[in-house]
């Protein structure tokens, strides 16, 4: 996909998944913010990895749930590269444990950041996002998966796909807004913890008997980012295998 000139802001985009994501469309030719929150050398190291490429790229700090931040973040993208054109919103925590486990504070960090996190972004996109542009939602597979210790984690996605569906239709000027649901994707932090007995039954679940590569969630992002997508807009985009 030719993303050429295109500005793009990745949330969360120093590790794991939204690492991929930045350093695949830096080769298919945009301009791509590396935001992240605490994560700073690992943010230095996705742009260090796209510019020894020949991309272009730059870190920016932002913690999404803070609306003054995102403000901050959309602006300073604007004062480097003049615009932004995609919005791709992969910022998120995920606490798994059994409903009745949960803490107040374990509820509150994942909407603060999976829901609150996106709200901040989208209204910054209103008024900021350059015309005909696009916005990629990450949201996940166990949205429909209904796994046990998964409560808060599914729902704080669950909202993200509604507000993906609404936005869609109020934003306008060409904007395309859509949800990417990735199923289990093998990185660090997702494999943190798990044994290879869960892993195995992860991998099962879908019909390719493996769990997926931080590139193959990226690629569909690369499509939804460029002009080719344009008329997909409003919907929730399953990347997991025909696991749900």
Known sequence: ???????????????????????????NGAKVIVNHSNSEDDAKNTVKVITEA????????????????????????????????????????MISKPLKDNSAEDFSKQFDVNVKGIFNTLQEAFHKLADNGNIINISSST???????????????????????????????GISVNALAPGATETELFMHGKSPEFIEKLSSMNAFNRLAQPIDIAKVVLFLASDDSKWISGQIIGANGALV
């Not at 000139?5 to 080769?27: D, F, H, P, W, Y």
């Not at 272009?56 to 932004?84: C, H, M, N, P, W």
């Open 1 to 27: 996909m030719s993303l050429k000139n295109k500005v793009i802001i990745v949330t969360g985009a120093s590790r794991g998944i939204g690492k991929e994501i930045a350093i695949q469309l830096a080769k």
């Open 54 to 93: 020949g991309g272009i790229a730059r870190a920016i700090k932002a913690d999404v749930s803070q609306k003054v931040e995102v403000t901050a973040l959309f602006d300073k993208t604007i004062e480097v590269y003049g615009k932004v054109d995609v919005l791709v919103n992969n910022a998120g925590v």
């Open 143 to 173: 949205v429909k998966l209904m796994f046990p210790t998964y409560a808060l984690y599914s729902a704080s996605k669950a909202a993200v796909e509604q507000m993906t569906r609404v936005f869609s239709k109020e934003i306008g000027r």
